[in-house]
């Protein structure tokens, strides 16, 4: 006999990954608010409190919370305190999709943001301004949508000083002029970042020098 075929047309369901929380209490609980670590890096206790960087002793590594804008911890990165190993919490949001201390924005709601490469950079940096990081050299289109909504109007690019820091900048760039004013931190090249120089004095003359991006 005649069997009719029938085509089923099932739309396709954005899945949203049902990502691992992460406690704070959990964090308080293990991690030590200070290390000589951080100490070196030139960043106070108090700007390593208001951050929540913290040392975890058993791990050997110092501990950066990654949270939303909501202020919920997505994922910690661990740095050791020996080497430069570093690695993330399993099975929570990757830091791909994210951008280093993004609450801070929504808490104090600056005219004013810097933008860095690392979350050391951006810790160093508060002791000026509200700075926040990339936690790497990528800069995705889910990155850009979080700035792009956040509450500020003026971004400070302050990559480091090489290919990858100035194609990170570009980009930033590309993605960002025409929803924020872009302004670039003229590091000089004897500086590798920001954390480099080590006269906060020196860096915030620099960040007044910044020049603003053309948007034409």
Known sequence: G??????VNIPRLHMVADYRKLR???FDKRLTTYHPYIKSRGISKEIATELGIGYDEAKKAMVFLWKDGSDHIRNAKYRSV???IFWYEEDCKPVSDMIYNLSTIYKKKPKTVVIVES???AAYMTHLCTCVALGGSSFSDEKADLLIKAPFENLVIATDNDKIGLKMQKLIESKLKYHKNVFILPLPQKYKDVNEVTDLEELKDYLKKSKKVKTF
Do not use: C, P, V, W
């Open 2 to 7: 005649y069997r009719e075929q029938l085509t």
């Open 24 to 26: 704070q209490e959990s």
């Open 82 to 84: 020996n080497d430069k």
């Open 119 to 121: 979350e050391i950079d």
